[in-house]
């Protein structure tokens, strides 16, 4: 008896190690990536508060401080052949008052002229000129109301058109000169009416249409790039068209309610997909702050990483009558099954060798910030090609060691990602212009095993503004 068995053990072990090798077909699922398509827009809206007083120290620089009838005060003006005059004309500070769309602007003039007249019947002169007669000279200066409008305007193609009207003078103070009392404000007027159409026509000239879509663009090229986020992956964008919201002034700050629409995406790789060309500015839209939903694309590669530097070699002992049985991890590889489920591929070896195929389903819970593969069970094949080659493997503590190895809790990461968002939001980009924001939530609101990569959807909302406090107009 002792030598039967002494024989049948070494036979055993040929047996065993002889057995054949457990390879089942990988488990198919019918793909469904509809929900995919449904990301949500984000939508970004920014209410941009311009500080006014340097367009007006440029509108200052631009109107002229003095007026003078040509040639003065060496020449006359002739209004017909009874009067002439020559003047002198200077005005106070800019007055800007900004209300909605429009922008006043206005001064008070303060002017005086020297004037004679003479006795004319049919355009000939019957008498000599009388002595200059003067009015603001060693008195004082007759006054004058000034003022141009302008209303502002924003195109579909970007350009912004300013339409300058030149408002009626009004004369506040009248200069009656010479012996018979002729009053000629209206000729200072005319005169003045003269340069105040050559100063709009320098400004619709220089500020009529101002084209902004450069800066437009190089803003879109900017949102288009990848941003290398140190670790955690790549950031995209994908801006898909501008917004103006609202535009108007009030008091001293013109307020821009500009939005974006994006589909902003992470991932492990840097894209190389060709940006979406810039489309004109789209129609109002009633959002205020932002909602950005987030696709984070994880590549399984660096999930099964992850996975492997966990439970590559991994071993465990059953025992099994008089022969203990060895189960040891040699790789595993996570896949996305195209619909709800992952596949965990789990090549082995030890008693038996092989591979065999768990699926699972990935559920977050919010409470605890962690996502886990639940569920985890041999897939139907790799159960037939058990049952037929290796039925003790049906034990739970391979299943369930694997599902330990599955948690990814991304806490500190949501915390992380919390602290680093609300510095970028809270910060100076350039000289005087400053952005002010707070990002009041950021919860994950989907997780999508994709034929190609694990999606991980999220959505954070929060409120964003900036203030320019000085503009460079060379720019």
Not at 41 to 58: G, R
């Amino acid at each position: 008896m002792k030598k039967t068995v002494g024989l049948l053990i070494p036979v055993l072990l040929i047996i065993i190690s002889c057995s054949p090798r457990i390879n089942p077909e990988k488990p198919s699922f019918t793909v469904d990536d509809s929900q995919l398509d449904s990301l949500p827009n984000s939508e970004i809206n920014i209410p941009i508060q311009v500080n006014l007083k340097p367009v007006y120290t440029m509108a200052e620089k631009s109107v002229d401080t003095l007026f003078t009838s040509p040639n003065y005060p060496d020449e006359w003006l002739y209004e017909g052949c009874d009067v002439r005059y020559k003047y002198s004309f200077r005005r106070s500070p800019l007055q800007i008052k900004a209300s909605g769309t429009v922008l006043d602007l206005g001064f008070t003039g303060y002017y005086k002229i020297i004037g004679s007249t003479r006795v004319c019947v049919n355009g000939t002169a019957m008498s000599p000129w009388t002595p200059p007669c003067r009015c603001g000279f060693n008195e004082p200066e007759r006054k004058v109301k000034v003022s141009f409008s302008n209303s502002v305007f924003v195109l579909p193609d970007y350009k912004v058109r300013l339409n300058f009207k030149r408002n009626e003078p009004e004369p506040l103070d009248k200069c009656e000169v010479c012996f018979w009392g002729t009053d000629i404000t209206k000729q200072v007027i005319k005169g003045l009416k003269l340069e105040l159409d050559a100063a709009k026509t320098n400004l619709d000239a220089s500020y009529g249409m101002i084209d902004l879509r450069p800066k437009f663009l190089q803003v879109w090229d900017q949102l288009n790039k990848a941003y290398d986020l140190h670790g955690m992956g790549w950031l995209q964008i994908n801006p898909r068209q501008f917004r103006l919201n609202n535009l108007f002034a009030r008091n001293d700050s013109l307020l821009i309610f500009l939005g974006l629409t994006a589909r902003p995406v992470i991932r492990f790789e840097k894209s190389v997909t060709p940006p979406q060309s810039m489309p004109n500015m789209g129609s109002m839209a009633g959002y205020s702050g932002f909602s950005i939903f987030l696709d984070a694309v994880l590549n399984y590669d660096s999930l099964t990483n992850i996975l492997n530097r966990q439970l590559a070699g991994k071993q465990f002992e059953f025992d099994k009558g008089p022969v203990k049985k060895t189960f040891i991890i040699d790789e595993c590889r996570l896949y996305g099954s195209g619909s709800d489920k992952f596949i965990i591929r789990v090549k082995f070896s030890g008693t038996n060798s092989g591979t065999v195929y768990l699926i699972g389903k990935p559920v977050y819970d919010n409470s605890t910030q962690v996502i886990e593969i639940k569920d985890i069970d041999f897939d139907i094949r790799s159960k037939n090609a058990l049952l037929k080659a290796a039925d003790w493997l049906f034990n739970k503590r391979i299943s369930s060691e694997i599902a330990k190895q599955t948690r990814f809790e991304l806490a500190s990461y949501i915390d992380t990602a919390r602290v680093n968002i609300n510095r970028q939001l809270n910060r100076e980009w350039v000289k005087g212009i400053r952005s002010y924001g707070l990002m009041n939530e950021l919860r994950l609101i989907g997780i999508f095993p994709a034929k190609e990569a694990l999606i991980i959807r999220s959505n954070c909302t929060g409120e964003l503004s900036i203030k320019v406090e000085s503009i460079d107009f060379s720019l």
